[in-house]
C-alpha cells in the first residue's frame, strides 16, 4: 500500500471556480504535512505546509484529518496561473522520510 | 544566492555505463535528500544525508551511492546504468531532516539509459 494517495485528475475548471484536493495517507504515525507545487518539467515548490489547526494563506486553505488520514487542499477563485500538479507530502519519523504522492493535476481554464 | 544547482541538466547514458550527478546547495542547510520521479509514481527518496558526514537508504536506494562531500554538495552515482534508471532526478536540502522543514529542490537532471 502506498504512504500517500492521491487523485490524479485531472482536473479542468474555469477561472473564479472553486477546487479541492484530498490526499490520503497510511501511517498514523506520520508527523508532518505539506502541499508542494510542480509546474511542468520543472521542480517542486513549497505551497504551504498543513497544521493540525488547518491554516489559510490568501486564496489557499489547506486542511489536516489525523482521525480519518487525510489532508485537504481548497483553492477559491482560481487564476491561470493555479495550473499546475499539487503534491501532497508527508513527513515519517521512522527512517526520517518524506513521502510523496503522485500528485494532482489542475488547468485552470480562461 | 543560487539556493540548489545540478549538474548536468541532461544526460543520455548507455547501459553499463556510470556517472556521477552532483548537487550543490548555499544555504546552509543541515540535510540533503536525492529523489526520482517517474510518471505515475511520483518522488521517491533514493537516499538522504540527515548532516554532514552521514547518509541513509530511502525507499529506492539499490543501483545507487552517494557521498557527501562536505555540507555544500552532495553527489549521487550510478555505478552500471540500467534502463529502470531512466527518471528524472532531484536534489533537494533542508536545514533539518523533521518537522515542519521546507524541501528546496534543485532544477533536476533528466536521465535516459539506453
Known amino acids: 500500500r502506498k504512504e500517500v494517495e492521491q487523485d490524479p485528475g485531472p482536473f479542468n475548471v474555469p477561472e473564479g471556480a472553486t477546487v479541492a484536493f484530498n490526499c490520503t495517507y497510511s501511517n498514523s504515525a506520520s508527523q508532518s504535512f505539506f502541499w508542494y507545487r510542480q509546474d511542468c518539467r520543472k521542480e517542486p515548490k513549497l505551497l504551504m505546509s498543513?497544521?493540525?489547526s488547518g491554516n489559510e494563506d490568501g486564496r489557499f486553505t489547506a486542511q489536516l484529518n489525523r482521525a480519518s488520514q487525510y489532508i485537504s487542499l481548497l483553492i477559491r477563485d482560481s487564476k491561470l496561473s493555479d495550473s499546475a500538479t499539487y503534491l501532497c507530502v508527508v513527513n515519517v519519523e521512522r527512517g526520517n522520510q518524506f513521502y510523496f504522492g503522485t500528485g494532482t493535476s489542475l488547468t485552470v481554464i480562461p | 544566492n543560487a539556493g540548489v544547482t545540478q549538474t548536468p541538466k541532461f544526460q543520455v547514458l548507455k547501459t553499463g555505463q556510470s556517472m556521477t550527478l552532483q548537487c550543490a546547495q548555499d544555504?546552509?542547510?543541515?540535510?540533503m535528500y536525492w529523489y526520482r520521479q517517474d510518471p505515475g509514481m511520483g518522488l521517491r527518496l533514493i537516499y538522504y544525508s540527515a548532516s554532514e558526514g552521514t547518509t541513509d537508504k530511502g525507499e529506492v536506494p539499490n543501483g545507487y551511492n552517494v557521498s557527501r562531500l562536505n555540507k555544500r554538495e552532495f553527489s549521487l552515482r550510478l555505478e552500471s546504468a540500467a534502463p529502470s534508471q531512466t527518471s528524472v532526478y532531484f536534489c533537494?536540502?533542508?536545514?533539518?531532516?523533521?518537522?515542519?522543514?521546507?524541501?528546496?529542490f534543485g532544477p533536476g537532471t533528466r536521465l535516459t539509459v539506453l
Open positions: 498543513v497544521y493540525s
Open positions: 544555504m546552509n542547510h543541515n540535510s
Open positions: 533537494a536540502s533542508s536545514e533539518a531532516p523533521l518537522g515542519y522543514n521546507e524541501q528546496f
